[in-house]
């Protein structure tokens, strides 16, 4: 079979390789596969992962690997960077990239506590689980219809790797039974008090109002911390960015 291009294909793939094998053939596959993905997020992302587009005409589509994806790769995983920045547009699929990143650190990382935080709670639960618009709906959602990003993405995972890796979803939250808890929230510093995350993702960075403070109260506590924002003028956000870059000698 040649490489899935839609999730039905994928999903096709998965289920025509199990058949093929012995069931404890197929289960040292799956362990071995499962390690490769817990120990490195690129094989993990590359393995059949697929997200969501807001285009119609596209729909489930697979996540995109184009010249910029392994040097957001690279920044993501490089260890001697804390404080990771990212400037971004819709085309680029930034929000995505950094939202399987997300995800995967909660899926294979026991006890870990993810934070994302936006302007409003709306905004963060849709990166996480609710969605919104015409996709998602707040008010009266079943469980298991949520369209927030980091819960499209691991729903769209093999049903193998799902299994391995059980997971809930609320309106805000993700939790997997055997891994960590990814946990959307408003703005206000005072928000990260209780919490001890591994992970803060500050979402939409220039327009949250007195991002620096929120920045430096989460710096103290976290191992990683991810800010995203489209561009909003010369603020705090933007001079921390041209900061690093002018650090760093890119121009």
């Not at 997200?51 to 001697?80: A, Q, R």
């Not at 919490?195 to 220039?206: F, K, R, S, T």
């Amino acid at each position: 079979m040649d490489t899935p291009t839609t999730h039905a294909e994928c999903l096709k793939f998965w289920r025509q390789l199990e058949h093929k094998m012995h069931p404890s053939e197929w289960r040292k596959f799956t362990d071995a596969q499962y390690q490769k993905c817990k120990s490195d997020y690129l094989y993990w992302r590359q393995s059949a992962l697929f997200c969501f587009s807001t285009d119609k005409d596209v729909g489930t589509m697979p996540m995109p690997c184009k010249p910029y994806n392994l040097w957001i790769h690279s920044y993501l995983e490089n260890p001697t960077l804390k404080s990771k920045f990212f400037p971004k547009t819709r085309q680029m699929m930034i929000s995505w990239e950094i939202a399987a990143y997300v995800m995967w650190f909660g899926q294979f990382h026991e006890d870990a506590e993810s934070l994302v935080m936006n302007k409003q709670e709306s905004e963060s639960a849709y990166m996480v689980a609710v969605g919104r618009g015409k996709h998602g709906n707040s008010k009266g959602r079943s469980p298991g219809k949520g369209r927030g990003r980091i819960w499209t993405l691991y729903r769209n995972q093999p049903d193998w790797l799902k299994e391995r890796c059980p997971a809930q979803d609320s309106y805000n939250l993700v939790d997997w039974h055997y891994g960590g808890v990814v946990q959307g929230m408003p703005q206000g510093e005072e928000q990260f008090q209780g919490h001890q995350p591994g992970l803060v993702w500050i979402d939409e960075a220039g327009f949250v109002d007195g991002f620096e403070a929120h920045y430096f109260a989460c710096l103290p506590m976290v191992e990683v911390v991810i800010v995203s924002s489209t561009p909003n003028g010369p603020d705090q956000y933007y001079r921390q960015v041209m900061d690093r870059q002018e650090t760093f000698g890119v121009n």
